[in-house]
C-alpha cells in the first residue's frame, strides 16, 4: 500500500497559522502526515496526484452527528413520510435494533460523510455499551477509515445514589481498549438537571482522569438553561469541554462557557429545521468563541458541511441585516467565507479535541485531505477559491478524500465495499425504520 503521495499543481488553502495558502502547490503525504507544502516539491516513490483544476484543502470536521440515526435519513419534520409535523423520536437503540443494525446504520452514515468531504466526526452515541451494541459502533468507526471520536452517552438514571464516577471510568476505560486508532472515546453528558451536579461532577472527574474529552447537550430542555452557569460555578467547565447546541441559553451561561475557555458545537440546518431553536451564532461570536459545525441528525438535516457552512453563514448575515433594517447602531461585521470555512475546519478541531492533530495542512499534521474539482460546470469559473467553496460547491466536486494518509475516495469513487454497506442498511432499514415510524411515543425533536 502507498504510503506517500504528491498532490501536484493545485490550489492549496492549508487554513494554518504558519504556512500560508498557495494559488499554485504542492503538498506532500508521507508516514500518514502533512510532510511538505509548496511549489516545486519533489520526492521520489510518491504516488503523483494531479490536482489541477483542484482546490486541495484540510479535511471537514463534523463536531456532532448521531451516526446510528443514519437509517432514518430524511423522515424529519415536513416529509411526506412525516406528514409534515415532527416525528416521533427515533427509536431507542435496544428496543427494535440489534447490534448488526447499528453497525450498518454508522457505517453508511461514516461513509456518507466521507464521500462528502469530511474526514473527522464526533459521533454522539446514545447506545447501550452492553450487549454488543458499542462494540458493533466502534467497529464501523473502524471499517468506515475516518478519523472518530465518540461521544458514549447512554442514558443513564439521573440522581441515582452512589459513586457515578467509577461506572463511567470502567466504561471509557473499556471502550477506549476496543476502539482502534483512529477513535478517540469521549464522554458524552447530557439529559440531566440542576440536582444532578454531583453526579455530573463525578462523571467527569472521572473522564478526566482518564484524559477523555467531554460533550454536554445544552439547549431548550431542562439540562440548558441555568445549568452551564451552574456548572461554571462548581468549577466543572475547562477548555477540554465541548458545549453542544447551546439554543436557548441565558447570557450568564454563555458569558460561562467564554470565560472557562470551553468550545461550542452548533448544528444550524438541524436545529432549525428540528425545531430545537435558532443556533445562536452571533451570540456566540460576540463573546469570541470560534464555534465547530456538526450534521447532529439526517433525519432532519443534509450530511455535508457544505450545507452546515451556507446556514451558518447566511443565518449570520440575516442577524445583521435585520438589526441594520431595524434601526440599530453598532452593528456586528459580516460572517466572512474565511470565518466559516474555519469553523468548518481548523475550529471544528479544537472543539472535537483534536487541535494540533487535523484541521489545517501545516507540515507535521496528520493528512486529512480533501480535493475539490474547480473545473466542474456547478463552480466554474474560480474567482475566490474560499467564497467558491462555502458558496458553490457541493458534494459532486469532492475528488479525493485522505484521512491519516489513508485513500478513502479516488477520482470520485469511494475506496469502500459500498454494495455490502448499501445491503446491510437496506436490511437493517426494513427490520427497523417501521418500527420508528410507529413508536407511540408523543413527537419531539432530535437530541
Known sequence: MRTRFLLRGGCVLTLGAKTPNF?????????????EVGPGVRARDAEPVDAADTIVMPGFVDTHRHAWRSLLRNLGAGSDTAGGETPAPAPAPGEHHRPEDIYAAVLIGLLGAVEAGITTVVDWSDIPAEDGFADAALQAHADAGLRTVLAYAAPRPAGSDGDAGAPTRELLTRLAA????????????GDRGPGDLGRIAGEWSAARELGSPIHVHAGPEVSGRGLVADLAGEGLLGADVTMVHCTDLRDADLDAIAAAGASVSLAPSSEMASGRGSPPIQQVIDRGIRPGLGIDDERFAPGDMFAQMRATISMQHATVFELKLAGKAGLPRLMSTRDVIRHATVDGARVAGLGGVTGSLEPGMQADVIVLRTDRPNIF???????????????????????????????????????????????????????????????????
Open 23 to 35: 494559488a499554485r502547490a504542492d503538498v506532500l503525504i508521507e508516514d500518514g502526515r502533512v510532510a
Open 381 to 447: 469559473p474560480i474567482n475566490d477559491p474560499i467564497g467558491a467553496v462555502v458558496w458553490g460547491m457541493d458534494t459532486s466536486n469532492v475528488d479525493w478524500v485522505f484521512a491519516g494518509g489513508r485513500v478513502l475516495m479516488r477520482e470520485g469513487v469511494l475506496q469502500a465495499d459500498v454494495e455490502r454497506a448499501r445491503k446491510l442498511a437496506t436490511e437493517a432499514r426494513d427490520r427497523v425504520a417501521v418500527a420508528a415510524l410507529t413508536v407511540g411515543s408523543p413527537a419531539r425533536g432530535p437530541g
Open 178 to 189: 476496543a476502539a482502534g486508532p483512529s477513535t478517540t472515546i469521549a464522554l458524552g453528558s
